[in-house]
């Protein structure tokens, strides 16, 4: 599975200039990565990717395919080159001020396979998102997901949050949904022993997690990706207070139209969107957005940051309607709150 999936990003990351040029006038279908939604597109492919390699394993049987000879230290090369690559695309893609860093090679591995693009979606009809499409099912038939309300959760003595962030180069769109901040090279977060890098942030409003049925003006969202694919998901609920000053930076590099990609003005340091206290409620759950997939490691912080009404307003104000989804069963899933901080 994981050499499959690695030679399948392998493949992709070469291919990422065609989607460049084609990536200046995005649609909302195309940039419609909220919560990674690109990700899954990565998980498609492995389960493209692992249809294949059954087949070419059924080869080696008769002594024609390399497929299952392969090495565990030639797997682990692999896998890190292929980590490296990715880090590389993306980073010439921020350089370059062109679409979605860190999504498009999975962009086009969809449009390869002829998966067609994403439905069309809103968060007015978020309780029938599982019927608009195939792709969408788990959103209804999933038993993990997300967003939830945080009470009733077990109180434990956990593993800090433990992130190597560093300023970096980002660049910021409105993608019809949210407003969505791309900073591969921004570091990494260590979480029960494995390492994700850091994707992107995004916000709701107001917050999709709720404690004893409250909600927050505002919930960011900070996203980062193992090289298997699975997503951690940092959520920071947001009060309205005094400015918090590293979003100002944001608000003047917003673009004038949806779907168009801009570079953010100076360099983001992803920390210091981070409140003091990153002790964390802990759970396993989904995207809250199509597709739903559920493969999200998620990290509610129990402190939360302020924001000037008038900062709210420059990335909220430009929503057509709310776009939170609305809390969904927990089915008995164990929820975890750090009481160690
Ligand atoms: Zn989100």
Not at 168 to 194: F, R, S, Y
Not at 197 to 226: K, L, Y
Not at 251 to 262: A, C, Q
């Amino acid at each position: 599975m994981s050499t499959t999936a690695a030679l399948t990003l392998v493949a992709c990351s070469g291919g990422g200039d065609d989607h460049a040029s084609e990536s200046t006038t995005p649609t909302a279908e195309s940039t419609g990565g909220v919560d990674g939604t690109a990700v899954e597109q990565v998980a498609d492919e492995h389960t493209t990717a692992t249809d294949t390699h059954a087949s070419d394993a059924g080869d080696a049987g008769h002594g024609s395919s390399s497929a299952g000879t392969v090495s565990k230290a030639a797997f682990d090369e692999l896998r890190l080159q292929v980590a490296e690559l990715r880090v590389e695309v993306d980073r010439l893609q921020v350089l370059a001020g062109l679409n979605t860093a860190g999504e498009t090679p999975e962009e086009e591995h969809e449009s390869d396979a002829s998966h067609g693009d994403t439905p069309h979606w809103t968060y007015e009809e978020a309780e029938r998102w599982g019927e608009l499409a195939a792709e969408f099912s788990a959103c209804s038939a999933g038993t993990e997901q997300s967003p939830i309300d945080l009470a009733g959760s077990i109180g434990l003595d956990l593993p800090n949050i433990d992130t190597n962030y560093r300023p970096a180069d980002a660049t910021i769109v409105d993608n019809g949904h949210t407003v969505q901040v791309n900073v591969p090279e921004a570091g990494t977060l260590e979480l029960d022993g494995e390492e994700y890098q850091f994707v992107q942030f995004h916000f709701h409003a107001p917050s999709e997690h709720t404690i004893e049925g409250d909600h927050w003006p505002m919930e960011w969202h900070f996203v980062h990706r193992a090289v298997d694919g699975s997503l951690a998901v940092i959520g920071v609920l947001v009060e309205e207070g005094p400015a918090w000053p590293g979003f100002d930076n944001l608000i003047v590099s917003l673009p004038l139209e949806d779907g168009r990609e801009e570079v953010v003005a100076g360099q983001v340091d992803v920390s210091s969107f981070l409140p003091e206290l990153t002790a964390a409620y802990h759970y396993d759950g989904s995207l809250t957005t199509p597709p739903c997939s559920e493969e999200v490691s998620w990290s509610v912080l129990q402190g939360s940051i302020t924001m000037s009404a008038e900062q709210m307003a420059a990335f909220s104000g430009r929503l057509e309607e709310p776009n939170n989804r609305p809390v969904q069963p927990t089915n008995g899933r164990v929820l975890e709150k750090d009481v160690s901080a």
